[in-house]
């Protein structure tokens, strides 16, 4: 718990201010037009031996999607069953004469939301060939100018962004709307932690952000094994014009 304590110490001196994922030089743009429903998927970090792209299996098809650690990318066709695998292809088939696979993670779209994310976060020790647990999250209620924040560490997170204020638990996803503007919003944000049964918190790291109407923001706070040390990053999440 000690060397705990003294990396996030570590995180809140050495860190610059925090622009989120935002890269101002490249301009986003929304994916290709998809009928029906729609999903992305986004990975917290890929557990060893995953590597981007992955597969995913949707109604007997396979596609691969990369999961970049920075931004969404393609979005996926959401089957009437509303069941999205990412899976390992094997050569062999059953005795049906159909394919086989090892299931990583299967995430199921509730019947009625219309466009999701799909946030998978690696869990050691799952029964194999198991190797994420899967949230998804309703983009209808995560709209431009909002920022989600996912807190898979073992401590408590505290963020404030603007007036607004929330604590995130282990493993909880919160999102943080800040109210509708037009353009970019320059916010002053904060984040900060606290250890089990202990009342007071210590900060990670505090700065201003640039907020746009156009983009929706993910914040990711983990723990890096092998920096020995807490972690966060932001995944940027282009906003769909046409909807």
């Known amino acids: ?119 998978l976060v690696p869990v050691p020790n799952l029964k194999a060939p198991l190797k994420f647990k899967a949230r998804v999250v309703d983009l209808d209620k995560f709209r431009g100018g909002n920022a989600l924040f996912v807190n898979i560490t073992k401590l408590e997170i505290g963020v404030s962004l603007g007036t607004k204020k929330i604590s995130l638990k282990t493993g909880q996803i919160e999102i943080i709307d800040i109210g509708e503007f037009k353009g970019t919003k320059n916010v002053t944000v904060s984040y900060h932690y606290r250890l089990p049964k202990e009342k007071e918190w210590k900060l990670l790291s505090a700065s201003t952000v640039a907020l746009r109407s156009s983009l929706r923001e993910i914040l990711i706070f983990s723990y890096n094994a092998e920096l020995g040390q807490a972690d966060y990053h932001g995944i940027t999440f282009y906003v769909d014009q046409r909807r």
């Open 1 to 119: 718990m000690l060397s705990i304590i003294r990396s996030f110490l570590l995180i809140g001196i050495i860190l610059s201010p925090v622009l989120f994922a935002q890269d101002l030089d490249k301009p986003l743009s929304p994916d290709k037009e998809e009928k029906g429903r729609r999903t992305w998927i986004v990975a917290t970090s890929l557990p060893k031996g995953i590597k981007s792209p992955v597969t995913v299996l949707v109604e007997g098809k396979l596609s691969e999607v990369r999961l970049s650690k920075r931004s969404v990318g393609t979005a996926i066709k959401v089957p009437k069953d509303g069941l999205i695998q990412v899976v390992n292809p094997i050569p062999i088939l059953t005795e049906e004469g159909k394919p086989s696979y090892e299931v990583y993670v299967s995430a199921m779209i509730p019947e009625g939301v219309k466009e999701s994310l799909i946030i």
